[in-house]
């Protein structure tokens, strides 16, 4: 079973919408898949479920009942989701580093029913966050292409480090995707400077901003059911399908690529944005 | 001596070294250990897993670590700093186990804490504790909302309140309950900054406003607040624990509006934290 949260400081980077489409994308080639919605706004929860304010998700996240009885069905065959609650903003609150302990508890003590667990986090590195990339074992960082996004996205990779050597040493390094990508000259340098400081962290795929994502959430359908054809949609296929790949190809961490090296190798980046542009 | 003879003390003597060197191969039957007087001592029991609880503290100083970077160089606690304040506040203030008295003895709460200071007839809790009453957060409030609205500076609003003071009252007098308001208040007033507006809102709730402050930078002095009051309300061994939320206005709304606001979040987090206690 592999656990995968979604984080990022910035909101409106698409994190939430990275975790309901990756989710369905993998529901639909037949992985069983759980997402989590950990974040108290609940979009998640409002994309593929009907809000519910019930103490079903906190007493499962402070041990008190089993995090996969409070899980409940979706449109999407395969995908199952645990719902937010507004009890977390407060439990946070409240209970703090225990909090994250008990988040780490219950993903860690969820049976191998499913194939995938997807947890999309909350839009700060507050402990609910923390929690979840205690329990996990993979990270993705969806950056919205946007100058904007780019200290925001160095200050997360860099917690993440330090989250790694300090409470997770299991946690593989991010897998950061570019969001929101128009066809703008900017987003196009933002894009490539993500590629210059992360390298081989930066997914090849990259998620162009569409209004498909708005609509689809607004008939609170994933967009691979609402828009199947769409690039929208085809963006998340080939984003999940790097992520099939990426487990099949690496197990330890890969050191990253020294600056000097990148010169002289090419970009595979670059490369897919020249095929993009043809 | 006869040979017989011989023969019994050779048999006798074989006797007893069998039995010495048995003995001697053989483990020891364990005492049994009478409990001591520190375990007695223990008046409040400690958490199951401290392994959990080391965990809690280390992500706690991890959070506390981000938000001192994101914040420019306040030194954040260390990881044993969180634990001995964990500490502090699970186990009573008791760090090591001394024999200390039984639970039966341990003063009463009353009587741990300083003597009130001298009241004067007709001063009041907000005269004690140096703070503004209630029309004084009425005006702060309508001119933030002026000020926010005319240059749009960012403004926090963070309510305060002490839920069961009544029950404390009535279980451990009116000056008790007295001294814990106006000691709250001067915590308040100790976390914050020279410009921001405290003022006290009558019986056991307070309004902090946090000027040029942001709602995510809020957590810092809520979080400073919450612990000191924790540290010093348990070391009194009192039971009540202090409730806080705080908002900012958002896009089209004013101070009053994150007021009202910040009240539910801190009667929320109150009701959190009773289900949390086991208090109803």
Known sequence: ?278 | MPPDDQLLLAALAFVIVAKVLVLATLPLPRRRRRPSMQHQAKPVSVPADDGDARTAAAIEAFVAQVAADAAGGIRPPSPSEVMARRRAVLTGAIDEPTAGPPASDAPKPATRLAPAPPRPSSASVADLAGLGGRATWDRAVREESARAARFGRPVTVVMAELPDLDHLADHLGRDVADRVVVETARLLSSEGRAVDRIAWLGAARFGVLLLETEETRAPGYVDRVRATADDWLQSAGLTIRLSLGWASPADGSDVFAATTLARQRMHDAGRASRAVRGIR
């Not at chain 1, 304010?53 to 008190?64: I, Q, S, W, Y």
């Not at chain 1, 100058?147 to 390094?173: H, K, M, T, Y």
């Not at chain 1, 487990?247 to 600056?259: D, G, N, W």
Request: hydrophobic residues 45%.
């Open chain 1, 1 to 278: 079973m592999r656990t995968i949260a979604v984080v990022n400081r910035k909101g409106g980077s698409g994190k939430t919408t990275t975790a309901v489409n990756v989710a369905a994308a993998l529901a639909q080639r037949g992985l069983a898949t759980l997402l989590i919605d950990l974040d108290p706004q609940g979009s998640a929860t409002a994309w593929l479920a009907e809000p519910s304010d019930d103490r079903g998700p906190f007493d499962a996240l402070v041990g008190k009942r089993d995090l996969a009885a409070t899980a409940v069905t979706t449109r999407v065959p395969g995908l199952e989701i645990v719902r937010s609650s507004a009890w977390l903003l407060t439990a946070e609150q409240t209970l703090r580093g225990d909090m994250s302990v008990g988040v780490m508890r219950a993903v860690g003590r969820l049976r191998p029913d499913w194939a995938f667990v997807i947890i999309d986090c909350p839009p700060s590195l507050s402990y609910l966050s923390v929690g979840a990339l205690m329990g996990v074992r993979e990270v993705v960082i969806p950056v919205e292409a946007h100058a904007i996004a780019l200290p925001g996205a160095a200050a997360v990779v860099r917690e993440i480090s330090r989250l790694q050597s300090s409470l997770n040493p299991v946690l593989w390094d991010p897998l950061i995707v570019a969001c929101r990508v128009n066809r703008t000259v900017h987003a196009r340098e933002v894009v490539a400077e993500l590629d210059r400081r992360y390298g081989w962290l930066l997914a090849r795929s990259s998620i162009r901003e569409s209004i498909r994502f708005a609509e689809a959430e607004a008939a609170r359908m994933p967009i691979t059911t609402f828009a199947p054809d769409s690039g929208a949609c085809l963006d998340y296929r080939a984003f999940t399908d790097e992520l099939l790949e990426r487990h099949e190809q690496s197990q330890p961490s890969p050191r990253p690529v020294p600056r000097w090296r990148r010169l002289f190798t090419r970009s595979s980046h670059a490369a897919a944005l020249k095929r993009r542009a043809v």
